[in-house]
């Protein structure tokens, strides 16, 4: 499986941010969106490795968009990327199954190490075939 | 004076602990948070001050902020749920064209048109600075603050400014401005905060400090 990221938040200044950072480190991201209805379909088209979601977006939200995607595919590696550190929120998200929380604004260190986590690995998948 | 005769400038007398004084510090910790956040998503030492509370018609915000005749552009966020309110940064064009070239590291502009990038880069500003501050809010009242989609406004006037935040709060006849001073190094800004709660989170927040006040 490749690296492929799909790149979810409403403003640009941070879908430019986390594409520099991610392909610092050679991931490539295959699709950005701009609210939760745009990343469920694209999550379903691309399949990406992993995808960063934003949880405030106009029309719907990335907690939508956060259940949707993980009802198609329970594996779905999603880091959720928000401002918001509310104890209820941050709740909400590892309830339904993000895989990673990150607070803006972050370093782009922070950035790379949780993208770089979710990293497919060859060997590791090669071991559970057989 | 007598603080009746100036309800406006309340925290010239700090021995009060009654109307928005009591809030005092609610709101230092809320800035104090804010000016990390900002120093962590500019990249440059930021420093936020409480330079005072003021409880005030909303007519008369621009006023208070010495904001009349200056072209603006500001940042617009709501706060959802059951406590509601209103946050408002405020910068001149010439201080957000400013903070927008160097959030994107690029030459300020001077075409009238802003790019989606430098529209983006400010609404941004104004979500990292609000969550920060309904985050700390949060914390002391124990009640979520749920920040709406950020909204970016350019070339405001103080008509249009007084307008938006007279709809916004249809429950109060005055409004509560925190004002916070912005500080880049050692030079001061032209960004100005307004935040304007209902009276149900006004409420909250005093019932929320109300303890800690008797150690005062």
């Known amino acids: 499986m490749e690296r492929t990221l799909l790149v979810v938040d409403d403003a640009a200044i941070l879908r430019a941010k986390i594409k520099e950072a991610a392909t610092s480190i050679g991931w490539m991201v295959v699709g950005e969106a701009r609210n939760g209805k745009e990343a469920v379909e694209l999550f379903m088209r691309l399949r990406p490795a992993a995808t960063t979601l934003d949880l405030v977006m106009p029309e719907y939200d990335g907690i939508y968009a956060l259940r949707e995607i993980l009802a198609a ?5 999603v880091i959720v990327v928000s401002a918001i550190e509310q104890k209820a929120v941050l709740r909400d998200a590892w309830s339904l199954g993000a895989a990673d929380f990150i607070i803006k604004p972050f370093t782009k260190q922070v950035l790379v190490n949780a993208i770089a986590n979710f990293a497919p690995s060859e060997k590791r998948l090669a071991t559970s075939t057989f | 004076m007598p603080q009746e005769e100036n309800p406006t400038v309340l925290l010239a007398y700090p021995e009060t602990v009654n109307g928005p004084n009591l809030l005092q510090p609610l709101f230092s910790s809320a800035i104090f948070d804010a000016g990390l956040a900002m120093s962590r998503w500019t990249n440059s030492a930021i420093t936020l001050s409480l330079d005072g509370i003021y409880e005030c018609p909303p007519a008369d915000v621009c006023r208070e902020l010495n904001l009349d005749g200056e072209l603006l552009t500001i940042v617009l966020l709501d706060l959802e749920g059951e406590l509601g309110g209103t946050i408002v940064l405020i910068f001149t064009e010439r201080d957000g064209r400013r903070l927008a070239s160097s959030l ?27 969550c920060a501050f309904a985050d700390a809010i949060t914390r002391l009242i124990n009640r979520p603050l749920l920040p709406s989609v950020p909204v970016f406004v350019k070339g405001c006037n103080v008509d249009e400014i007084r307008n938006a935040t007279v709809k916004r709060i249809p429950d109060r006849d005055t409004v509560l401005i925190c004002r916070t001073g912005f500080h880049c190094e050692r030079d001061a800004m032209a960004w100005n905060v307004l935040f304007i709660p209902t009276v149900a989170l006004h409420a909250e927040m005093e019932a929320a400090v109300q303890p800690y006040s008797k150690r005062w």
């Open chain 1, 73 to 77: 595919d329970p594996n779905a590696k």
């Open chain 2, 104 to 130: 994107l590291d690029i030459a300020a502009s001077d075409d009238p048109e802003w790019t989606e990038l430098e529209c983006s880069a400010l609404a941004e500003t104004g979500n990292i600075l609000f």
